[in-house]
């Protein structure tokens, strides 16, 4: 069950007595937790009905009894127990899992873990509770998601706006929802968040960033791709080599994996690449101008210099100069 169902389920009054959230991807959980705390109950309800618990600083007797005392002017209450993993003997709330209340709305966040499911009290858990579990968004996939989020906020986002903006802050969706939500407050009433804006209230050069350089080298463009180094040395902040590396290594993965596609067969490709599909026409590009043994090569440079920018087998050269001696190899010395 998605997050959209379970708020969905909420909005009509459809409740179950627990809620179990666990999983490697807080944000979900904590936008579950987050629309209980403040939308389940009317601000007089919640001076009475809403208990919030840190697993850290309370006990399973606590929680208990918590959970066992009877709304005040309402039909229900709700318990939040956040931080769940951190709480000591959490296994003694077993026996209320089996006999839960039916008008106490049990919440409990166990973030970024996983039950032991080998365990008598994980297998109660998921047998006597709505449970779920949230799992990373695929890089794959994170391109799509970034649309998907943007659409429930009444936006369309470009495709090299995505781009920009995951490549600036990676798979953390906490970070990336913040940084949407800075540009919602700067748009007015427009409905499209541009590469422009990226720029402009993210503070990523549209010009020169990694999603322009990677363009750069599938293009086999030296003079434009020198001009991006030059400007990462200038501003280490906008390109450290690790983090450009790993997204030339994700870029040139996706163009590796096209030439396992009959090429009449897009369709296919897109469902393979993900949120990399709004790409295609680049990977395919990318992959002509350097054919598939070109590639296999680009991707053994990435890993050596990756291993030379950690001070393996190079304990002076600069990131910038690491950066230009790689690329430079890759467009002049990688044959088609």
């Known amino acids: 069950m998605s997050v959209e169902k379970i708020i969905s389920d909420w ?74 993993q951190q709480m000591k003997e959490i296994e003694k709330l077993l026996p209320y899992f089996k006999q839960p209340l039916s008008s106490t709305l049990f919440i409990i966040a166990y973030r ?19 449970f779920h579990t949230f799992s990373p968004v695929k890089e794959t996939e994170l391109g799509e998601w970034v649309q998907a989020y943007a659409s429930k906020k009444g936006l369309k986002i470009s495709g090299k706006a995505i781009q920009l903006l995951t490549d600036h802050t990676g798979s953390d969706l906490s970070v990336l929802t913040g940084e949407i939500a800075k540009i919602m407050l700067n748009l007015g009433v427009r409905k499209e968040i541009t590469e422009d804006d990226i720029e402009l209230y993210v503070g990523v050069s549209k010009e020169f960033n990694s999603f322009e350089l990677q363009s750069a080298i599938a293009d086999r463009d030296l003079y434009r791709a020198i001009r991006i180094i030059n400007y ?22 996706k163009v590796y994996m096209l030439f396992g596609f009959d ?43 990756n291993l030379r920018s950690v001070g393996i087998s190079d304990t002076g050269t600069s990131s910038s100069e690491l950066l230009k001696e790689m690329v430079v190899k890759m467009i002049t010395d990688v044959k088609r």
């Open 11 to 84: 909005k009509k009054k459809k409740f179950s007595p627990i809620y179990w959230l666990e999983g490697e991807e807080p944000f979900f959980i904590d936008e579950i937790t987050d629309y209980a705390e403040h939308h389940l109950l009317s601000e007089q309800e919640s001076s009475f009905n809403l208990t919030i618990l840190y697993g850290k600083d309370t006990s399973w007797a606590d929680v208990l009894n918590a959970c066992r005392r009877y709304p005040m002017f309402a039909e229900f209450q709700v318990v939040l127990l956040k931080e769940a």
């Open 112 to 130: 970024e873990k996983k039950l032991d499911s080998r365990t008598n009290f994980s297998k109660t858990v998921k047998s006597s509770s709505e």
């Open 232 to 253: 990462f040395s200038s501003n280490p902040k906008a390109g450290p080599i690790q983090m450009v590396n790993a997204t030339l290594f994700a870029y040139f993965s």
């Open 263 to 305: 090429p009449a067969d897009s369709a296919a490709a897109r469902a393979a690449l993900g949120g990399g599909a709004f790409f295609i026409n680049d990977y395919k590009k990318a992959a002509k101008n350097y054919g598939e043994e070109g590639i296999s090569k680009i991707l053994l440079l990435l890993h050596h210099y």
